[in-house]
Structure formats: C-alpha cells, structure tokens
C-alpha cells in the first residue's frame, strides 16, 4: 500500500518529503494538486479535476458576457427639437427606460448615450409629449417633441378691498418725534429754546414735504379726484382734511404710490 500525503499548504510540506526520499526529489508541489501517493517507489498525483473545471467555465462565462457586452454596447447620438418650430430644446430629459442611467440635451439640443441595441430610450420634458424609441438598428438623427396642451378649469378670482394695513406700523417712529419734541423745557434760556422750536421746524418739514409736493403744490390728483367723483372744490378739501385726521400717523411715512392708493380708496368710501 502506498502512503498518501496531503497537500493542504501554499508550496510544499517539507515534513512530509523528509520521510520519502523520493518524494524529496520532486521539489514543489502546484497548489492544484489534491494529494499524491507513493506505491512501490513510484510517486502518483492526483488532481481536483472537477473543481478545475468547474472553476474554468465560470471565469469562460464571464469573459464570454464582458466581451459580449463591449461589442454590442452603441453609443447613442442625437438631436431633440420642437416639433412646430423645429428649434432645439435644451435640458431634455434622454432616460434608458427601467434604469437610471441617462443624460441631458445641451444648449443645442444634443445628447450622447452609450446603450445596447436590447434598450429603449426615453424623451421627457415638461410642456412635452413623452416618447419612447428603441435603439435597435438606430441611427444619428432628429427626434422631434410635439407639445401637450392640457385644457386647464375656470377658476374664478374674487378680491375685496383690505382695511388700512398701515395702522400701529409707525408707532414707534410717532414715540421719538413726541420724545423729541418734548425735550424743550421750560427752564432752558429763551435763544436756546428759540434755536431747538427752528430746527424741531426744519426735520417737520423735511418729514412732510413729500406730502406737500404731492397733494398741495400739484393739482392733478386734486382735479383728478374732483372729476371722478364730481366734486366741488369745498367737498374736496373737507374730504381731504377728514382723510389728515385719520391718517396723521403714518400719511407722512408713505411712500408717493402708497399715499396715492390709500388715498384713493379713501375717496372711494367716503363719496359712495
């Protein structure tokens, strides 16, 4: 009977060949061997011929399918335009449908997309039909988007006049001009208190000039509120000074556009 010896280290198992001076002879052993035998001097090797194989035609397979791969993947190329106009649409979504690979057209309307001759392209673009072409057999051209023109319901807008949204937004501002009116005090000498009532009068009118310009200088609101209303002159100045006293806080921080509004509606109430 021969003795057999296992191999089951990378190399060769030197306590083995040290009991075999035959076996010694040999040197390394391959990593695919199984085990060997020695009977009557001579030294016999046996292989894993199953899982060699077996082994051997997976890697085949997967060199087969990459090679196959590259030889059929296409790079897809073409150009998308509107289908009226004929103009280039940037930005069209190009997608290989069931996947989430894919690309964009640029400014021109060009993409570019490698894909295999199994696949289906798919054109999206918001405003646009979505189409779908197979890249079997394709070939460069121009893929033309028809628009989708969707029938929208009649909605109906109602608007309503807002109460004064000025009201307490300048409250603030009205506290510092009283402060600073008040600091005027009784026991100050009259050249002073003279030089502060002069410049109290400069900021009041530098506050209220806008105003002034607008309403009292230019008589086109004046004659345009008079006709519009069919005013008199006396209707419309008492009219006015209703609207001063109502508005005296905030009619001198508005700008000319909202004085205007403001004004306008104020009219409107007051003459229906």
């Given at each position: 009977?021969g003795?057999?010896?296992?191999?089951?280290?990378?190399?060769?198992?030197?306590?083995e060949f040290?009991?075999?001076?035959r076996?010694?002879?040999?040197?390394?052993?391959p990593?695919a061997?199984?085990?060997f035998?020695?009977?009557?001097?001579?030294?016999?090797?046996?292989?894993r011929?199953?899982?060699?194989?077996k082994?051997g035609?997976?890697?085949?397979?997967?060199?087969?399918?990459?090679v196959?791969v590259?030889?059929?993947?296409e790079?897809?190329?073409?150009?998308?335009?509107?289908s009226?106009?004929?103009?280039?649409?940037?930005?069209?979504?190009?997608?290989?449908?069931h996947?989430?690979?894919?690309?964009?057209?640029?400014?021109?309307?060009?993409?570019?997309?490698?894909?295999?001759?199994t696949d289906?392209?798919?054109?999206?673009f918001?405003?646009y039909k979505?189409?779908?072409?197979?890249?079997?057999?394709?070939?460069p051209?121009?893929?033309?988007?028809?628009e989708?023109?969707?029938?929208?319901?009649?909605?109906?807008?109602?608007?309503?006049?807002l109460p004064n949204?000025?009201?307490?937004?300048?409250?603030e501002e009205?506290?510092r001009?009283r402060?600073s009116?008040?600091t005027?005090?009784?026991?100050?000498?009259?050249?002073?208190k003279?030089?502060?009532k002069?410049?109290l009068?400069?900021?009041e009118?530098v506050?209220?000039?806008?105003?002034?310009d607008?309403m009292?200088?230019?008589?086109?609101?004046k004659?345009?509120?008079?006709k519009?209303?069919?005013?008199?002159?006396?209707?419309?100045?008492?009219?006015?000074s209703?609207?001063?006293q109502?508005?005296?806080?905030?009619?001198?921080?508005?700008?000319d556009?909202e004085?205007?509004?403001?004004?306008?509606?104020?009219?409107?109430?007051e003459?229906?």
């Amino acid at each position: 009977m021969g003795q057999k010896y296992q191999h089951h280290e990378q190399g060769c198992i030197q306590k083995e060949f040290k009991s075999c001076p035959r076996a010694a002879k040999i040197g390394v052993l391959p990593l695919a061997l199984d085990y060997f035998t020695i009977n009557q001097g001579i030294i016999n090797i046996s292989r894993r011929l199953d899982y060699v194989k077996k082994v051997g035609v997976t890697i085949a397979a997967l060199l087969l399918a990459a090679v196959c791969v590259g030889q059929t993947q296409e790079n897809i190329k073409g150009i998308v335009a509107d289908s009226a106009s004929h103009r280039p649409i940037p930005y069209v979504n190009v997608i290989i449908k069931h996947t989430y690979r894919g690309t964009t057209t640029d400014g021109k309307g060009y993409f570019s997309l490698p894909a295999q001759p199994t696949d289906t392209l798919v054109f999206s673009f918001v405003g646009y039909k979505t189409l779908e072409f197979p890249v079997y057999e394709w070939e460069p051209s121009v893929i033309l988007m028809p628009e989708e023109v969707r029938m929208l319901n009649t909605i109906t807008v109602e608007g309503s006049a807002l109460p004064n949204g000025y009201e307490h937004l300048f409250d603030e501002e009205n506290i510092r001009l009283r402060n600073s009116q008040q600091t005027i005090k009784f026991w100050y000498p009259k050249d002073k208190k003279e030089r502060m009532k002069i410049g109290l009068a400069k900021k009041e009118a530098v506050r209220v000039k806008h105003y002034v310009d607008l309403m009292v200088k230019d008589d086109k609101v004046k004659n345009y509120l008079m006709k519009r209303h069919k005013l008199t002159e006396d209707q419309y100045y008492a009219i006015l000074s209703k609207f001063n006293q109502k508005n005296y806080a905030i009619m001198y921080y508005l700008t000319d556009p909202e004085l205007l509004s403001l004004l306008y509606r104020f009219y409107e109430s007051e003459t229906n």
